[in-house]
């Protein structure tokens, strides 16, 4: 029996169609997906919010058994307790900065008077020749040196806000690419399927706008320091870029454009060899997102390594070019927009509500990989998938060509899955643009969007002003031999400087929040937001009231004595043993590190726990 129920929401009335025996929990799904309604909420007979609709998920409850009836009135009052109103101010702050900055800006490129056109224009007299353009217009983006592909995203929602309707009936959605779940007209997928939920055609073409505009290393020795890992081991490595987003609309830039700021690399838990990679569990995974955020930090993107060497070439070019053809033509392989794709899915863009009533569209996630340049020298490029591919991968619909390595497959429709058709638009023979459907595959240069990557304009805009020196990189322990411990720590704390400039390195941060070699698991947290505040006064401060500091000190006064200042990292040189032979010190028993006082069974020339050398 159907059951049709008047839903009265707070922008107006709306009717929902369930059967009465569906389950109460289906019908409030429904409710929230016909009605946009993103925020907890509860359905109500009366506008104050008496005789609410009670229900229990583990028994299932039916829309017959808690008493409504065809016709009925339900009031959809949205949560207003105190931990609904800190979950929408939470969201409210997930906006990014810079896109609550752009979004109040007008973004009108301004023009200089044209002496052969302008008669008496100034800054406040201006004529059809010189007036300020819109930030989309073609003549701003070919004008611009070199040509702008791509609008940044806001210039693309200005685009959106000058029709008609001057935005008003703005919602950007991403694809469905699924069948609906539930439907008032069939039994739903895989039972039936009909042309209320059955997902639309996708008609592809070249995405023109792109979410980051620019990928900026803040810090270059950051780079040099993650390829160095390849050029000591020859394995391909792999990491997370963390930073923060800030425009980059000034001189010969994107209008209204937004670039990625990365301040630091973290390489996860990996194997690698010189093909490829292999990542890891991470166990220190959420500590890294913690010290991210007291930093004022957030994952920006990922990068990774495709280099060759190339010994018939003289150093330091020396690295096959095997990927990029041209500046027009990027080649990235199937598997690397798809892999760009996941990643993108995980950490979605948050927009405003006013744009998207899911509050959420695309990503400004950057994928960059470091291979071979034209001059085979290293060279960073980065990309992005598009927001078509990222809805496509989400309903698992693409996987990688066999026979092409820029080719995308689509996936077939079969009994437990439907596969709606897809078409792209590409240019023919007679550079007309044409139709094609993706029988079985497409171009995998349909499905992202390139962005330089390069150094900042002002460095003195690096937020994490570190020390010259940097310490040593977690993970690589069985790569290059480099180990996070006491003599690394002596080596690191002996650089001139003010201390807040020593503690301003985000790997040796990790180590002391994950080592139990020195106490600063309670208070590193503590220790980052002194750093993100950048006051050298306050964190001396703080350094004289530590206890875990000053027991640091302790540990780098003893086991920084004897460690080798000139490479505090190398393994200890062959020691006598205790009978005066000269065996190796792997040859020992039972001692105990000077450094931190660890009891070290298995013997070894260093500390199992902090790599001090033995003595």
């Not at 065809?70 to 109103?85: F, N, Q, W």
């Not at 070019?317 to 927009?337: C, G, K, L, P, Q």
């Not at 026979?403 to 497959?409: D, G």
């Not at 490479?567 to 001692?591: C, I, K, L, T």
Request: some cysteine; proline content about 7%.
């Amino acid at each position: 029996m159907s059951v049709t129920l008047r839903i009265r929401t707070p922008s107006g009335q709306s009717r929902v169609k369930v059967s009465a025996g569906q389950p109460v929990v289906e019908l409030f799904e429904l409710v929230a997906s016909q009605c946009n309604i993103t925020d907890t909420f509860k359905l109500a007979r009366n506008p104050n919010g008496a005789d609410e609709i009670k229900f229990n998920r583990q028994k299932q409850e039916s829309v017959e058994s808690v008493g409504l009836q065809h016709g009925d009135l339900l009031h959809l009052i949205v949560d207003k307790d105190p931990t609904s109103e800190a979950s929408a101010a939470a969201a409210r702050q997930e906006l990014d900065k810079v896109d609550v900055i752009l979004d109040a800006e007008e973004g009108l490129v301004q023009r200089k008077p044209d002496p052969t056109m302008c008669r008496g224009c100034d800054e406040k007299n201006k004529c059809i020749n010189c007036l300020p353009l819109q930030p989309f217009d073609p003549s701003v983006l070919q004008g611009a040196d070199p040509p702008i592909k791509f609008l940044s995203f806001h210039a693309y929602l200005r685009k959106l806000r000058t029709g008609v309707d001057k935005g008003r009936l703005i919602n950007l959605e991403e694809p469905v690419c699924e069948p609906a779940k539930t439907c008032t007209n069939c039994a739903a997928w895989p039972k039936a399927l009909c042309s209320k939920c059955q997902p639309s055609a996708l008609r592809l073409t070249r995405q023109e706008y792109r979410h980051v505009d620019y990928l900026s290393f803040q810090d270059q020795e950051a780079v040099q320091t993650f390829v160095s890992a390849w050029i000591k081991s020859g394995k391909q490595r792999y990491g997370l870029l963390y930073g923060y987003y800030d425009r980059y609309d000034g001189p010969n830039e994107v209008p209204l454009g937004i670039k990625a700021c990365v301040e630091a690399i973290y390489e996860p838990p990996q194997m690698g060899d010189s093909e490829g990679f292999d990542l890891e569990d991470d166990p220190n995974a959420g500590l890294v997102d913690a010290i991210a955020r007291a930093l004022g930090l957030k994952v920006v993107g990922a990068i990774y390594t495709d280099l060759q060497h190339a010994p018939e070439l003289p150093p330091p070019n020396n690295v096959h070019y095997t990927r990029f053809m041209s500046d027009d033509n990027t080649v990235f392989s199937a598997m690397e927009v798809l892999n760009a794709a996941t990643m993108q899915d995980k950490y979605p863009n948050a927009v405003s509500r006013k744009y998207a009533l899911s509050g959420r569209f695309g990503s400004k996630f950057v994928t960059c990989v470091v291979s071979g340049s034209s001059v085979n020298s290293i060279e960073p490029q980065a990309y992005m998938a598009t927001d078509n591919a990222v809805a496509m991968v989400r309903a698992s619909m693409l996987a990688p060509s066999a026979t092409a390595v820029n080719e995308v497959c689509v996936a077939a429709s079969d009994e437990t899955r439907f596969v709606p058709e897809v078409l792209y638009t590409e240019k023919n023979e007679y550079d007309r643009l044409v139709v094609k459907k993706a029988e079985p595959s497409l171009p995998s240069d349909m499905l992202h969007v390139q962005l330089p990557a390069g150094a900042p304009r002002d460095e003195s805009a690096q937020l994490l002003k570190r020390a010259p020196r940097a310490f040593p990189t977690e993970n690589r322990e069985a790569v290059t031999q480099e180990f996070q411990g006491i003599p690394a720590l002596a080596a690191h704390f002996a650089q001139p400087g003010p201390l807040i400039s020593k503690f301003s390195d985000f790997h040796l941060l990790l180590f002391l929040g994950t080592t139990s070699v020195v106490p600063f698991r309670d208070e590193i947290l503590q220790v980052a937001e002194l750093v993100a505040a950048g006051d050298s006064d306050a964190f001396d401060a703080w350094a004289l009231s530590s206890n875990a500091y000053q027991t640091m000190k302790l540990l780098i006064e003893d086991g920084g004595s004897v460690a080798q200042p000139a490479n505090p990292y190398a393994q200890a040189a062959p020691m006598e043993d205790e009978h005066g032979g000269g065996g190796s010190a792997s040859e020992g028993g039972v001692w105990q590190c000077r450094a931190c006082t660890f009891i070290n069974e298995r013997g070894g020339s260093s500390c199992e726990i902090c790599q001090g050398p033995r003595t």
